[in-house]
């Protein structure tokens, strides 16, 4: 166990509607990542927040948000969503905002999109 | 841009024999190296990772890995198997400057027989 935590574990959902994915990160640490794992793209890093602010963005869709509260957990918000926005969603933590430390990943919540 | 290589999809190697992961890199100068383990259902877990000095890295559960320059690659080994190892690896590279951040791998499969 990680110690981080996502939910849900499982969303399935249809094209065009908005999902809304929860990530609560280890007790103490800052930082959020939110990562995408699909057959096509393989595991990919969509954006990291630090403490609330925005630190890095990767291949992230507009159609896609993230924001971190100030509880320090975070969500991911995709909206129109479309068939090939179906994979495993990871969120992992760690304590500072340099992505070279350890991260710990939760378990993913997996989004089918029908 | 960086990037990552993993030849081998699927190793199927006998409980007990060594393994050797391989992985290869593309990066303008000397990258941050990291190899990724994801047991089936759960999120990835942070085996060992190098930064810089010595070229041979020891991570957790007696796996270890080999930084060569010339060959540009960081291939992952384990003296002897076991049942529990059967998972998938990822070896992903992180970049040095600005925002450059981690790039995975498409991940070899590992099957243990026994």
């Known amino acids: 166990d990680s110690g981080v935590t996502q939910t849900p574990k499982h969303l399935i959902t249809a094209t065009g509607q908005r999902v809304t994915l929860r990530c609560s990160p280890r007790?103490?640490?800052?930082?959020v990542y939110w990562y995408q794992q699909s057959l096509d793209q393989g595991l990919q890093f969509l954006i990291q927040?630090?403490?609330?602010?925005?630190?890095a963005k990767g291949n992230i869709l507009e159609r896609f948000s993230a924001q971190q509260f100030p509880d320090l957990h975070s969500e991911l918000n995709l909206s129109s969503l479309e068939l090939g926005d179906s994979a495993l969603y990871f969120c992992?933590?760690?304590?500072?905002?340099?992505?070279?430390?350890?991260?710990?990943f939760g378990p993913g919540t997996r989004l089918t999109v029908l | 841009a960086q990037s990552v290589t993993q030849p081998d999809i699927h190793i199927t190697v006998s409980e007990g024999a060594s393994l050797e992961l391989r992985c290869n890199y593309s990066?303008?100068?000397?990258?941050?190296l990291f190899w990724y383990v994801q047991s089936p259902g759960q999120g990835l877990q942070l085996l060992l990772k190098?930064?810089?000095?010595?070229?041979l890295v020891q991570g957790i559960k007696g796996f270890e890995a080999e930084f060569k320059r010339s060959q540009s690659s960081f291939n992952l080994r384990k003296p002897s198997v076991h049942w529990s190892d059967a998972a998938e690896y990822f070896c992903a590279v992180g970049g040095r400057f600005g925002n450059e951040k981690l790039t995975f791998g498409t991940g070899t499969r590992l099957t243990i027989i026994p």
């Open positions: 990066y303008g100068a000397t990258p941050y």
């Open positions: 992992a933590s760690s304590d500072s905002g340099e992505y070279t430390d350890t991260q710990y």
């Open positions: 190098y930064f810089s000095g010595d070229t």
């Open positions: 007790s103490g640490d800052l930082s």
């Open positions: 927040y630090y403490n609330g602010e925005e630190r």
